[in-house]
């Protein structure tokens, strides 16, 4: 399963093209894209929603600081936002200005109205996308704008990294180190800074990624650079054969990488699971590792304060090609690198059991039809497939809680179920499930649980 993320959160990437000529929507200078310290350029809201007028200019927003938010119907990482940015846009009311521009698709209005009526939202939101999401060259989400009372761009970040003391600073003209959203001119300008990573190449070799001097062997671990953007795996395949490359990974899940029963499939068990294979172990090893050691802290996710993060790439010959191969040498690697004393044991873990009342059994038996599950963030419709489909929903969006989810039905039938409920708040979830005469309530069980202690070697400062 690849996963293309920070903080669990999915990067929706778009290739756009943009043309800009100052006041004039226009052809004359082409590829020029607004950068940090530049005049953002003209732009037109055609339909814009929440504001005292339904077709703006870029004049309306001069003159106050403005916040412009950039989301799309794919990108979790936008809607997990929206509550902190309300909440921001209250507190700074009359003094900075905050608009969400949507990349228009067919449901994302409805989506988003619904999280605006759960949530209580009160922001203006654009979604006709014909000009600026061209003109600001954006490509990747989330990705926000700071912008001065002038019209001068004075950050490109990710909503996630604003707060209070954030805005004040911004408020104030101080420059700030911000974890950088990138644009179709970084993309295309060799001299903007950014290094990208193609993940169909070797990690360094020829520059992609970096300078391909920096390594003395295809063994290689660095600490995280954030223009590569992340690429990595939960998970290593009986198809690798001879590498592995894991850009922005943490520690806690390089280590299960490299110990844990990983070369199987970690999904819970759904038709998903057919896609890896007949074995699936989920449910008998721990999410992640147990850290019993003065160091700790190295196991701290702190990616965006640019810590605790590596990229960590692996081949080995063909003539040892193979999984468990590429698992002894990361796990040799591992011990050079950081010299951990690992040991897999058997201990009491933590579950989320999903449970049924009786009455409710025959009322989840499905109708027949096309087996089916569809849906947003919000809501989803499940038609004659496994209970293990509403489980893997579940898990895949509550991967922060190191608890198991497992099974504790007894339903060996197909169902149908229909959740209307905010997959990111586990209480809507609890109370949609009971809805339906489910529930979810803590429990235990025994798993294989990966534990790092410190060794006896001496420790690398």
């Not at 943009?18 to 082409?30: C, D, I, K, R, Y």
């Not at 940090?36 to 055609?46: D, M, R, S, T, Y």
């Not at 896609?275 to 701290?300: C, I, T």
């Amino acid at each position: 399963m690849k996963i293309v993320s920070i903080r669990y959160k999915s990067l929706c990437v778009f290739f756009l093209l943009f043309q800009f000529e100052s006041n004039v929507f226009a052809q004359s200078l082409l590829n020029k894209y607004p950068k940090v310290g530049e005049h953002f350029p003209a732009f037109i809201l055609n339909d814009l929603h929440y504001f005292n007028s339904t077709k703006v200019n870029s004049e309306t927003f001069l003159g106050k600081p403005l916040i412009i938010d950039f989301f799309s119907v794919g990108c979790e990482g936008c809607f997990a936002s929206f509550p902190h940015l309300n909440n921001l846009k209250k507190e700074f009311d009359g003094r900075v200005q905050f608009v969400l521009i949507a990349k228009n698709s067919p449901g994302l209005q409805k989506q988003y109205e619904k999280y605006m009526k759960h949530y209580s939202l009160d922001m203006p939101v654009d979604y006709d996308d014909s000009t600026i999401w061209n003109q600001f060259g954006v490509y990747q989400v989330p990705y926000t704008l700071m912008i001065d009372s002038a019209g001068i761009i004075r950050q490109i970040t990710i909503a996630s990294e604003l707060n209070t003391d954030v805005i004040n600073k911004f408020l104030l003209g101080k420059s700030q180190k911000l974890f950088s959203g990138a644009t179709q001119f970084d993309l295309e300008n060799e001299n903007a800074g950014f290094v990208f990573y193609d993940r169909n190449k070797p990690f360094l070799l020829k520059g992609n990624g970096g300078v391909d001097s920096s390594y003395g062997y295809r063994s290689i671990l660095t600490s995280w650079d954030p223009r590569c953007l992340v690429y990595m795996d939960l998970f290593i395949s009986k198809d690798n054969k001879n590498k592995a490359d894991e850009i922005g990974i943490t520690l806690s899940l390089l280590y299960r990488l490299a110990y844990g029963d990983t070369v199987n499939a970690i999904v819970p068990p759904s038709d998903l699971a057919n896609m890896f294979g007949p074995e699936n172990h989920y449910g008998q090893w721990a999410n992640l590792p147990v850290v019993e050691s003065s160091r700790k802290r190295l196991f701290d996710d702190r990616m965006y304060e640019g810590e605790n993060t590596y990229s960590y790439s692996l081949q080995i010959p063909d003539s040892i090609a193979g999984a468990a191969n590429l698992q002894a040498v990361m796990r040799n690697d591992l011990k050079s690198y950081f010299h951990f004393d690992v040991k897999i044991e058997t201990r009491k873990w933590p579950t989320w059991d999903i449970i049924v009342k009786k009455d409710a059994v025959s009322k989840l038996k499905t109708k027949g039809g096309d087996p089916v599950v569809k849906g947003d963030f919000y809501s989803m419709t499940i038609r004659n497939k496994p209970l293990s489909s509403l489980l893997e929903l579940i898990w895949g969006y509550n991967q922060h809680d190191t608890a198991v989810f497992l099974d504790k039905t007894g339903i060996n039938f197909n169902i149908d179920l229909d959740m209307n409920c905010i997959w990111t708040d586990f209480n809507d979830i609890k109370r949609e499930l009971n809805k339906n005469g489910l529930d979810i309530v803590r429990g235990e069980t025994e798993v294989k649980v990966i534990v790092i202690r410190d060794g006896n070697q001496e420790v690398q400062k």
